[in-house]
């Protein structure tokens, strides 16, 4: 069972190590996705209970009644 995951950890990386075109194009998809997800995090997931609430208590009490509330009272 031990010899599986050294052979997939040999296998990859005897083959990273062996592309040229490869790696520079880990490195674009890499640096893509950093960007990608760090527009969406600043642009579209604004931080709601910082910007509505006070204190943390406020903000406890609002993720609270938002969790335990029933369906048929939303």
């Not at 997939?8 to 194009?25: E, H, K, P």
């Not at 890499?30 to 579209?44: D, H």
Request: overall charge positive.
């Amino acid at each position: 069972m031990t010899a599986l995951p050294k052979q997939l950890y040999l296998f990859y990386r005897d083959g990273f190590r062996s592309m040229v075109v490869g790696r520079t194009l880990w490195k674009i998809i890499a640096i893509k996705l950093f960007i990608l997800l760090a527009v969406l995090k600043l642009f579209f997931f604004p931080n709601y209970l910082e910007n509505n609430f006070n204190t943390e208590r406020d903000r406890a009490g609002h993720v609270l009644e938002n969790l335990t509330r029933t369906p048929s009272a939303r």
